[in-house]
């Protein structure tokens, strides 16, 4: 069979190495840090093959977080995500690797933990949409900006995983 045209740049995009490198922000909120799930979700990434480039426990402001959820500041439930987001540390990460922003999303599951299957973060963690433990950027645009947000220049690490050639062609 034939790829089409737009088959064939997926797979030329998706191996071109230097996406080796594509940044996504993943945080642990404040729920999933007391319910002790840091590690069972640093383990996912890890095992999927992503490299962490930075971490931090971080209780974030009102105003941080006003700033990290501006897109959503309309919705009736802003209000209560501030709230939730505030109530305690963040477990704040940056990931690292190939289609990481979208494989981040894929490994966290859906926003709602009901309609995210087992398998997924949420799917196997969470029930609530308020309380869905994680985040993760949802464009690569959004993560630079969250991840400038979140972090200071020489809090993000820059390194060569020594498993990059058993996990990169
Ligand atoms: P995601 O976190 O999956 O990117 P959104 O950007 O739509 O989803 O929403 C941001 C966060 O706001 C969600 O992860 C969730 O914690 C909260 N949220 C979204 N929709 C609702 C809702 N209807 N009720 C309560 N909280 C919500």
Redesign the pocket.
Known sequence: LRASASQRNERARLNDDTMSNEQTFIAIKPDGVQRGLIGPIISRFEARGYKLAAIKLMTASKDHLEKH?ED?SEKP?FP??IKYMGSGPICAMVWEGRDAVKTGRALLGA?NPLASPPGTIRGDYAIE??R?IC?GS?SVENAKKEIALWFKEGEVQTYKSALHDWIYE
Do not use: C
């Open positions: 959820y959503l439930f209560g995500l926003t949409t308020g869905n985040h949802d």
